[in-house]
């Protein structure tokens, strides 16, 4: 039966969301957007909320913050606790004021959670006691992230298989869960989208497997010429943080420490990079709804829009 009270779904806000691997365009992409439809940006990139780091985030440059409103860059500190449930809430708070005079927003950024987060909502997990989570870090700074993750191999090999296991506090959440209910993970995937009183058009960015590494390369050069090892050596005391605990850091970790040289660490930043590129694009395939694009067809991106709006 069709609830009269509710809008037609052609008469809803529509949230672009421009997601892809790192170094695509979707920054470039995203302002194009903006600035066709003279709309703003709500980022969702996990690392660039967080105002101390700029270089190895790739975040907006002054230029491109001042060639679109950006919402959620550098609006929160790596000293502050922020969930992923945090952003949802304020994510949807903040659209609900943008959407009050402008029929379209832009979403942008590559992390998956996020983008899942604000666009369908997450799955409800249960409560978790503390001290499991407590447990779960002191084991992982004693006995490193791969036994936690042979661990989540065996009690959960669903989860094992679809989570980034190179992001220690996926593995945690997920073992957390693991151990506090004696159920697996991913047994509280549900997958049911949550209403939203908006519709969403998911425009995917891509290009060639060797263009693409070929750009993640020469960003994470240009990024070392910026000054990323100084940013990182700032944030190394800071670097069993959530946010710090991503690439484009944690390969100066070892380095810092003496375990490695420099050039070691400019070799696994690029490597990491470009793991964390193909992982990326394993989440965003999975989205059936994704219309692919290379970044250099922003006419046909455009296009595509105002066929749905």
């Known amino acids: 039966m069709i609830n009269s009270s509710s809008p037609p779904v052609a008469a809803l806000p529509l949230l672009v969301a421009v997601v892809g691997p790192t170094a695509v365009g979707k920054t470039a992409t995203a302002i194009a957007l903006a600035q066709a439809f003279d709309t703003a940006i709500v980022s969702a990139d996990a690392r660039q909320f967080y105002r101390e780091m700029s270089v190895g985030t790739a975040a907006p440059t002054a230029a491109e913050l001042a060639a679109a409103q950006h919402h959620f860059i550098h609006s929160h500190s790596i000293q502050q606790s922020y969930s992923v449930g945090q952003y949802e809430q304020e994510a949807l708070a903040c659209l609900a004021q943008l959407f009050v005079d402008k029929p379209v927003v832009v979403l942008v950024g590559g992390s998956g959670l996020y983008v899942k987060a604000l666009c369908e909502g997450l799955d409800n997990l249960p409560p978790i006691p503390p001290e499991i989570r407590v447990q779960l870090q002191q084991r992982l700074e004693a006995e490193g992230l791969e036994s936690l993750v042979a661990e989540l191999a065996q009690r959960d090999p669903h989860s094992y298989n679809q989570i980034d296991r190179h992001n220690p506090q996926r593995v945690l959440r997920a073992l957390e869960v693991c151990i506090g209910t004696g159920k697996p993970f991913s ?78 660490a400019l070799r696994l930043l690029k490597r990491n990079s470009r793991r964390y590129a193909k992982r990326q694009l394993t989440w965003f395939r999975r989205i059936r709804e994704i219309q692919w694009f290379s970044p250099e067809q922003q006419a046909a991106i455009l296009a595509y829009v105002q066929t749905h709006i």
């Not at 995917?204 to 693409?212: A, C, F, M, N, V």
């Not at 993640?216 to 090892?229: K, N, P, S, Y």
Request: charged letters at 25%.
């Open 187 to 264: 047994s509280f995937h549900h997958h049911q989208p949550k209403p939203r009183p908006f519709r969403v058009l998911y425009i995917g960015l891509d290009l060639p497997r060797e263009q693409l590494y070929g750009r993640i390369d020469t960003r994470v050069e240009v990024m070392v010429a910026q000054g990323l090892e100084a940013e990182a050596r700032r944030l190394y005391p800071y670097r069993m943080h959530n946010a710090l605990q991503t690439v484009g850091y944690q390969e100066w970790y070892g380095y810092f420490e003496g375990i490695y040289d420099r050039e070691e």
